[in-house]
């Protein structure tokens, strides 16, 4: 497995990323834009990437928080526990916006072209990333053809950047796997995200992994949970071989 180091000029600075590629499939065309949680880029990440690579795509990591680096290093497990640490994490999400992210992605998608990956693109995003990755949809329609969001919250709030606004701008297939309880993503949001999708003729999916808590898919994080994992997995690998191939 290759990782390249990208430094990526957006319209606020510059973006540091990570892209990653299989050996065996060194010049793969199709991509992926991987939206990290909010504990920002690092091991586990890069290892979900990998993974995303094996299966013959090129993959994008950006660091969201580019605009207050140097920050961090986070540990998913306590991060949020400790208050020092809570309190540094909730300024960087909540200072880089929606808006910020959707202005970056067309960045992240030229800085694929400029390295030969012209073909399809996905989207997948975790946490503060699925929104992202639904809005970066929703925004860039001609370029990406599928977009997944995992423990995303704030897919359908009141909001004025809330993805579920957008649905009619989406072409992308779209997939939202739920954490069985999750405040950031309460039952009534999942109702008004579905309405969205279906009355703007989106072709989605919204499953609800019961007995998962937010945080579910990532290895480093205090809820990873290895089977619900892997469940996962499996669905955003059938979701991206049916669109980007």
Known sequence: MAKQDLEITTRDGVAKAGLFRS???????????????AFGPR?????????????????LVPDLFYRNAPYGPFDAKTAFVVEETKAALTALVKGTTQDMTINDSGAFLDALVAEGVTGPVGTVGYCMGGAR??????T???????????HGGNLASDAADSPHRKAASIKARVYVGMSGVDKSFPPEQSARLAEALRVAEVDHAIEN?????????????SV?????????WKRLATLFAETLA
């Open 140 to 150: 860039y329609p001609d370029r990406i053809v599928a977009a997944a969001s995992f």
């Open 224 to 232: 990873f949970n290895a089977t619900g994992a892997e469940r996962h």
């Open 43 to 59: 091991p586990a990440l890069n290892a979900m990437a990998e993974r995303l690579a094996g299966e013959g795509y090129a993959v």
């Open 23 to 37: 050996a065996t499939a060194p010049s793969s065309k199709a991509g992926v834009v991987l939206y990290m949680d």
């Open 209 to 221: 992994y019961a007995g998962m808590a937010h945080g579910w898919c990532v290895p480093d994080h």
């Open 133 to 138: 990755a639904l809005n970066a949809a929703a």
